[in-house]
């Protein structure tokens, strides 16, 4: 994950509050795996913040989708809550610890992160690629372990690359790519999972396998964090989602809270109906016809 330092913490802890209809935090229960406080982050020469006073707790084992147009703060929180922006204040926790007090490797192993893109510097074959994952795991110098093999292994079948292994990375389609980049972060055998819009250039198939396998991974106790454009797809998965608008939180809760037609319009500035899906008994959303 990125090596770029964490920004700067507010103060060590903020009073009890109750954030979104989850239990008061003043409650004895286990630490959530991802926490904003009142979130705050202006970029310099910006004429607004790109976050602003964002509140969310991500419980643990939990699938947490984040929604919200363009340029509506869904990256700049995922960046905030791992330390690789500078706040201009509130406070971000990882798995009950100020992100700016995790030692890098430490959160490294704690967190997996796929990001919308990245340049790769050199060539390097698929296989090499996933098995970047296993960094934080081994000491320097120190050479992969059965254990890791077999981590590496286990990840690119899942993300159905083993055919891919020894293919250079500059000559896989964008798909291609992007499932490689999965693989490598459950090769990393985290206990969260952050990923920035996955699954936005994979065919119907590879979709819909990437979401399943991180809807699986959920069921099994790892964090999902997911930020995606795809309104029913994240309805169809996720157990809670998160609405953004120009940096402030719209809506927070189940799916069918936060779909609902007057907010959706609202936040996208667009005719959009919401209706039951029969075939999943969760919201559907279908974009209408400008009335303009």
Avoid at 25 to 51: D, F, I, Q, R
Avoid at 119 to 145: C, N
Avoid at 195 to 211: C, G, K, N, V, Y
């Amino acid at each position: 994950m990125s090596t770029e330092s964490p920004g700067p913490a507010g103060p060590e802890e903020p009073s009890a509050t109750k954030v979104a209809g989850l239990p008061n935090k003043t409650e004895p229960t286990e630490s959530p795996a991802l926490e904003a406080t009142e979130l705050s982050v202006h970029y310099p020469a910006a004429p607004t913040p790109a976050l602003d006073s964002v509140s969310m707790i991500v419980p643990n084992g939990s699938f947490y989708a984040v929604l919200g147009p363009n340029g509506s703060g869904k990256s700049t929180l995922l960046r905030a809550l791992l330390g690789m922006v500078s706040l201009s204040a509130g406070r971000a926790h990882v798995s009950g610890r100020l992100v700016s007090q995790w030692d890098r490797r430490a959160l490294a192993r704690e967190v997996g992160v796929v990001t919308q893109s990245e340049s790769v510097a050199f060539p390097m074959t698929v296989r090499e690629l996933v098995a970047m994952g296993r960094y934080p795991h081994l000491g320097a110098l120190q050479s992969e372990t059965p254990a890791d093999r077999d981590a590496i292994s286990a990840a690119m079948r899942m993300c159905d690359v083993e055919e891919l292994a020894h293919r250079f990375l500059s000559t896989l389609s964008g798909g291609e790519l992007q499932r490689a980049r999965v693989a490598r972060a459950f090769a990393q055998e985290p206990k969260l999972l952050v990923l920035d819009e996955p699954t936005a250039s994979l065919d119907i198939r590879h979709e819909m396998e990437i979401l399943e396998l991180l809807r699986i991974s959920a069921d099994d106790g790892m964090t999902i964090f997911l930020i995606t454009h795809h309104l029913d797809l994240a309805a169809r998965f996720a157990d809670r989602l998160l609405l953004l608008d120009r940096g402030e939180v719209a809506a927070e809760g189940g799916p069918g809270e936060v779909l609902q037609e007057e907010t959706l319009q609202r936040v996208y500035g667009w005719p959009i109906s919401v209706s039951n899906d029969p075939a999943t008994g969760l919201p559907r959303v279908t974009p209408l016809s400008s009335s303009r």
